[in-house]
């Protein structure tokens, strides 16, 4: 017998590996795709005719792809009956589809108006942005039917689709540029040139992967070995509910007088007058400008900040700032900040590194310490700090606001975010589009050798 106790326990948890790894598997479909194509821009920038301007374009669709999840919540506020794991596995699909199609379709051009325009890419990369979008109203309340303790490996999966393309594209190879070569009459496909394979490979890549979290999530919904699991904890949750809801009963009062007494400050800090109106004002004010800038307009200027020094600023600056938003919002969990004080000194970090990467784009494109490795080292270095500590500030304020426990306050800041996502690419668009303060060099690109 207890052979047999043993053989099971090692089951169980087996089994439960397996579902974490599955979760885990399920949790990079969310931003994979659009982080997939972010990390190839610089390969991608020297295939398309919109050149420099392409991420401002490729901004404004995944903010338009925003309409998935307020459609979705629209059906939601008119109650209206919805299949929550279905819309799920109907996007999973699209994303996955959406991606395969890019590994054929990614340089396709289409003449409007008289000049070439990347609406393949465009088209596919918002199905692309649709899996993302509505990650955070549809995959996370999914995982409400599963113990709280997935909720981690949901989150790491979430962290490794920013990783996993950039560590790809770092393989793919980062060739050194030097000169600006005239590519208007040229056909041949000078993004392949100096790289270890084709974007073709690439996007094939992140296929695969979206493939299999398309599988993982099948497995969850539809595998018996899975219910079972998810009932086994329901179970073993009811009988810890039920042995410890009279001991809980027994010392409410007791924990619940001498938390008032000896922690007057916390709960201070986590009601309605912890926050002053003019400090939650302030944190909307700053969180609308963080998402302005980070979602909206620092994206967009990026290819003009970092091209001029050439195609291995780019790529470092793209795919390090892939890296470095996983790992901050992973330290952000371990040292959370709770302080305005600190708050302000990282906006004012913040402020400073992003006037910076603003001043350079603008000079665009014979910015400060242009040809040489100084230059190249500052672009990088200030690109991935900024993405940290933006990423930092950003999960900082949230937070702050989730502490308050104030009635419908995360519905408010997730309006701002939006708001501020939107307004950010559409400025951007404008900016960049119709002004003369970002130019690039005319009728190239800058190859490597």
């Known amino acids: 017998m207890k052979n047999v106790s043993q053989h ?26 659009i982080n997939g194509i972010y990390a190839q821009l610089p390969v991608l920038i020297n295939t398309s005719p919109e050149g420099w301007t392409l991420p401002v374009y490729l901004v404004l669709i995944i903010q338009a792809a925003n309409i998935g999840p307020l459609f979705y919540m629209l059906l939601q506020r008119l109650q209206c009956k919805i299949n929550e794991s279905w819309w799920i596995l109907c996007l999973l699909v699209l994303g996955t589809c959406a991606m395969g199609l890019l590994i054929f379709f990614y340089s396709e051009k289409i003449v409007s108006n008289g000049a070439d325009h990347s609406v393949v890419l465009f088209i596919l990369t918002f199905f692309n942005a649709l899996v993302g979008c509505s990650s955070s109203v549809l995959f996370m309340p999914y995982l409400h039917n599963f113990n709280e303790s997935y909720l981690v490996s949901f989150f790491i999966g979430e962290g490794l689709s920013g990783v996993l393309p950039s560590i790809v594209a770092l393989i793919q190879g980062v060739e ?11 056909t041949t496909n ?19 992967i979206l493939l299999l979290s398309l599988t993982a999530f099948i497995i969850l919904e539809y595998s018996l070995f899975v219910q079972n699991i998810k009932n086994l904890d329901k179970s073993i949750n009811n009988e810890t509910q039920i042995n410890f809801s009279n001991y809980t009963n027994d010392v409410q009062n007791i924990k619940t007088s001498s938390f008032k007494e000896n922690n007057k400050e916390w709960v201070l800090c986590n009601n309605s007058k ?22 909206g307009f620092f994206p967009s200027i990026q290819s003009y900040s970092c091209l001029p020094y050439g195609n291995i600023a780019y790529k470092l600056s793209v795919t390090f700032s892939q890296f470095a938003n996983p790992l901050v919002c992973l330290l952000a969990y371990r040292f959370r900040i709770s302080s305005i004080k600190v708050i302000n000194y990282l906006s004012i970090v913040c402020l400073i590194i992003g006037t910076y990467v603003t001043y350079l784009a603008l000079m665009s494109p014979t910015p400060p310490l242009q040809k040489t490795k100084l230059g190249i080292f500052m672009i990088v270095m200030s690109w991935t700090g900024l993405i940290g500590f933006i990423s930092y500030l950003k999960f900082s304020i949230v937070s702050i606001f989730r502490s308050t426990m104030l009635p419908k306050i995360l519905f408010s800041v997730g309006a701002v975010i939006q708001m501020a996502s939107t307004s950010g690419a559409i400025f951007s668009f404008i900016a960049i589009n119709c002004t003369d303060y970002f130019k690039m060099h005319d009728n190239c690109v800058l190859e490597s050798n």
């Open 8 to 33: 099971s326990n090692k089951w169980k948890g087996k089994s439960y590996i397996f579902l974490h790894l599955l979760i885990t598997i399920f949790g990079t479909s969310t931003w994979i795709g």
């Open 190 to 208: 000078s993004s392949n040139l100096g790289l270890k394979f084709s974007p073709n490979n690439y996007f094939l890549f992140i296929f695969i």
């Open 274 to 295: 912890g926050l002053s109106k003019q400090i939650q004002h302030y944190l909307f004010i700053l969180l609308a400008i963080c998402y302005f800038c980070s979602n």
């Open 176 to 186: 050194n540029n030097s000169e600006c070569i005239n590519f208007k009459n040229d």
